[in-house]
């Protein structure tokens, strides 16, 4: 049967519904219809599955069904909050006028496109985190980007000028931003990287900054960040149509002013994310949290992706912890005074957005009236620390007295329906209310009276939505009621309900009242918003001083718990001495007891160590200490030592652990040469390198020659302090040669042929691999260690004299102006005939080959059975 001609159903809702989805093609289109919020063809399909809903049809009965499915509006925003999580966008288009007065079709308008960086609803856990919309625009002329963020519900807005994609790929990583607004100016690569770290993109051409927000603009430092913040804000108004009186005025910042961590190196030593979990617990942020606000841990987090580099500053934070630790009731009370401030910038960016409820006024009442006391707290300390706090603490009294004297203590949650207002506010409210209290009270009379009048002693007077208020009698006293007097209204199985004139009139005028007094009392709220509307910067500024205090605190807290002490700050970058020095994180996850401190001492004659030992000994341990003490450091908090003194850092490089590369899928090998790399060549004498065994990820005489010639450059050219922890014990034989290179070893001891670990650091090299122990460690079967043992004394023997070792040769310099004087030099092997990659001698046909097969083979892919196999043909070959 030939299929019937497809006639598009377009009802005038269906065509609506069109028209708006039209210029929302990459967005859900959630549109109001009665209490739901429906979805249509495309968006229903995908939104059913997504959201795990029912998928229906409307016009099942046509030719051209439509598929639908619909949420409750009540519920909305938890599947608002699932799409938006999982980086879609939604539009929320609303019923602009009540159904029942429309004239034709009820008109409607998207009033909001929320997306993942605009998204400002979110549950109280992540309320800890700022969320964070970021905009890119480019200037080919000097190949410079301008850069900006803005965290919507707290208000804050800032903008940078980036040099490359490093940078911005460092910013949006450590700002962990889910949506960057970029425009045409920004390069297919740049936008391609983004996408791959799984950042949604979102163009947005036109630039139109209101009048009204221009001012946020004022006093940039370039007309790339303005152009930034143009789009960005653009961005903002298009898709939020709504006040945004709360955002701040954009201050430009520079990333090189904090102490600079890659995202690499934050991920590598969890700073705020656990590796394995992917969670906050076993975290510096999770050891070093112990504020009291929302708003105090979002500050900590900042801090922590930004430590200090002026030594001012970073002092002046540690000597407030100082003040805080000493003074311990103090702080305690002012812990105590903390817990009652809520989010006082959150409910500033609600009071903007017009959203806030009665509730929320009472958080920011209870949040205000903390301030006194907490300025109370502050002035008993007897030292000058906090006076600066002190003075710029201001309480905001107007508006708590305002909220005070207006809203009831337990609102409801509904701002339309009354009962938020306090009696003796508002006069006219007052009038309607008695009038609502005397209807009420003569209602409560009249079943007293009416059972006089009739004489029927369960007669009751009652009220509900549909009937309003009623008399119900009993059938079997229906007819003791005279007759005229009562109006039926509705029967029930076992009883009639009545009204009268009184009491029809006296209904009247409660309802009246009720809906009067609802409508004023909504009045007078918004007008209380509109008064705390213009105290939003006071309020912005508070919480900032407030976030401070409360991080400080934490800082206090956190130095106590776990005897950190406060270190010595130097400008001088050869000084570094840590004594006793411990890894936050992994002692309090093992308990104070297990852990062994150790000393990290580095002179102006010593800056690398080179730090040798078995597996599992603490040698990844002992260098992210020393990361995290620094990272410490220089947020202003105390340390995990009996003693320090810290130079101040500029930059921390680390290669540690292996890290998948997100961003362009490179191998683990490949990441490993990158991050070394950016450390050979932007490190400066100030800076910290963290090298984990580099080269361990190649053939063993590929990576030792990497590892050694890296050390080397970084000795000869950069100056860094680095630690830099290996297995080749070869490259012990450095020390010998490079003059600022020291080894030390973590030590072990073999005790009835098992491996104890001691975790001490200790001078010197480690003496021996113990590889085979920790694999008996890890429990291999006995047969296969002890053929491990047996192949390893078997090549130690066959090797002897041959053994690998670090090439001592003179190195070529490779400064420009040392050149020619270097290529004077002659390139020698080893004078007792080591066997060197290094070494460019002539040899023999046979022995090149063997070289060649030497040089080239992947020893990580051989098994021990290979290499001997291996090993015998090319002896085959030497005519052994
Ligand atoms: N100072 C210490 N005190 C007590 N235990 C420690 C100490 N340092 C490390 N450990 C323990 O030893 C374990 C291994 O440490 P770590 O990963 O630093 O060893 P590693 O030498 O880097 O090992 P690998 O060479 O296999 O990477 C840690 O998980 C911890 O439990």
Known sequence: MAKKEKTPSQTPMMVQYQKIKDQYPDAFLF?????????????????????????????????????????????????????????YKVAICEQMEDPKLAKGMVKREVIQLITPGTNTEVGSESAKSNNYLTALVADTSNHKMGFSYADIATGELKAATLADSNDL??????????????????????????????????????VTVKAETSYLMQGLENKIQEKSVSLLLTYINVTQKRSLAHLQRAVSYEPSRYLKLDHYSQYNLELTQNIRTKKKSGTLLWLLDETK????????????????????????????????????????????????????????????????????LIQLKTSLQQVPKIKHVLDTLETPEFDEILKSLDPVEDVAVAIESAIVDEPPMSVTDGNLIKDNYNDQLDQYRDAMQNGKQWIAELQASERK???INNLKVAYNRVFGYYIEVTKVNLSKLPEGRYERKQTLTNAERFSTPELKEREQLILEAQEKSAALEYTLFTDLR??????????????????????????AVVSENYRLVQPQMTQNAHDLQIVQGRHPVVEKVMGRQSYVPNDIRMDPQTSILLITGPNMSGKSTYMRQLALTVIMAQMGCFVPAESAKLPIFDQIFTRIGAADDLISGQSTFMVEMQEANQAVLHATQNSLILFDEIGRGTATYDGMALAQSIIEYVHDHVHAKTLFSTHYHELTALEDNLSELRNVHVGAV??????????????????????????????????????????????????????????????????????????????????????????????????????TDLKTLNLMSLTPMDVMNLVNKWQQKLGK
């Open 453 to 455: 009048i009739t004489g």
């Open 31 to 87: 549109y109001r219809l009665g209490d739901f919020y429906e979805m249509f063809n495309e968006d229903a399909i995908k939104g059913a599955q997504l959201l795990e809903l029912t998928l229906t049809t409307r016009n099942h009965n046509s030719d051209n069904p439509i598929p639908m499915c619909g949420v409750p509006h009540h519920a909305v925003q938890n599947y608002i909050d699932i799409l938006v999580d999982k980086g």
């Open 750 to 851: 073999e005790k009835n042929g098992e491996l104890v670990f001691l975790h001490q650091v200790e001078n010197g090299p480690a003496d021996k691999s113990y590889g085979i122990h920790v694999a008996k460690l890890a429990g291999m079967p006995e047969e296969l260690l002890n053929r491990a043992s047996d192949i390893l004394s078997r090549l130690e023997e066959e090797n002897q004299g041959k053994t690998i070792s670090a090439v001592t040769e003179p190195r070529k310099q490779l400064k420009i102006n040392e050149e020619a004087q270097e290529a004077e030099k002659p390139t020698t092997v080893n004078e007792d005939e080591q066997l060197s990659l290094f070494s460019e001698k002539s040899v023999d046909p046979k022995s090149e080959k063997v070289l």
């Open 293 to 360: 606000t929302a708003m105090g841990a979002r500050l900590l987090k900042r801090w922590l992706d930004r430590p200090l580099l002026s030594k001012a500053a970073i002092e002046d934070r540690q000597n407030k912890v100082k003040v805080l630790l000493e003074y311990y009731f103090e702080r305690s009370n002012l812990q105590d005074e903390l817990v009652s401030v809520y989010d006082l910038e959150r409910l500033a960016g609600r009071v903007a957005f017009g959203n806030v409820n009665g509730r929320d």
């Open 169 to 206: 790929i460092n910013e949006v990583m450590s700002l962990k931003t889910k949506e960057i607004v970029v425009n045409s100016t920004v390069s297919a690569t740049i936008l391609d990287q983004l996408t791959k770290i799984g950042i949604l993109v979102s163009h947005q051409e036109e």
């Open 530 to 555: 509109e008064k705390v509307k213009l105290a939003i910067q006071r309020l912005q500024k508070l919480a900032q001083v407030i976030s401070t205090l409360d991080v400080l605190q934490s800082f």
